[in-house]
């Protein structure tokens, strides 16, 4: 399941807690532990100040994650590596 979170956020874009929650058919809160868990494995980092605006122009389009009142994440070098079968 973790694995498939990291693959959602390698898509690219922005991801409401919400929606990646529904899409995974998990609850918001086993999304926030997962989302914990792989911080803590160092595949995801919180990004500073979170997203200020669309994905157009944004260098983290291409590894941006979950966003939401608790932050926003995105992919680590590790985390690339992992979705691209390395």
């Given at each position: 399941?973790?694995?498939?979170?990291?693959?959602?956020?390698?898509?690219?874009?922005?991801?409401?807690?919400?929606?990646?929650?529904?899409?995974?058919?998990?609850?918001?809160?086993?999304?926030?532990?997962?989302?914990?868990?792989?911080?803590q494995m160092?595949?995801?980092?919180?990004?500073?100040?979170?997203?200020?605006?669309?994905?157009?122009?944004?260098?983290?389009?291409?590894?941006?994650?979950?966003?939401?009142?608790?932050?926003?994440?995105?992919?680590?070098?590790?985390?690339?590596r992992m979705t691209k079968?390395?």
């Open positions: 399941m973790l694995t498939e979170l990291l693959r959602r956020v390698a898509q690219g874009g922005a991801h409401s807690t919400a929606a990646l929650a529904r899409e995974l058919g998990v609850s918001r809160a086993l999304l926030a532990h997962m989302i914990d868990d792989l911080v160092g595949y995801l980092r919180l990004v500073s100040g979170g997203c200020k605006g669309g994905c157009d122009g944004c260098p983290l389009a291409d590894g941006c994650a979950v966003g939401g009142p608790d932050g926003m994440w995105a992919l680590t070098d590790k985390g690339m079968g390395g």
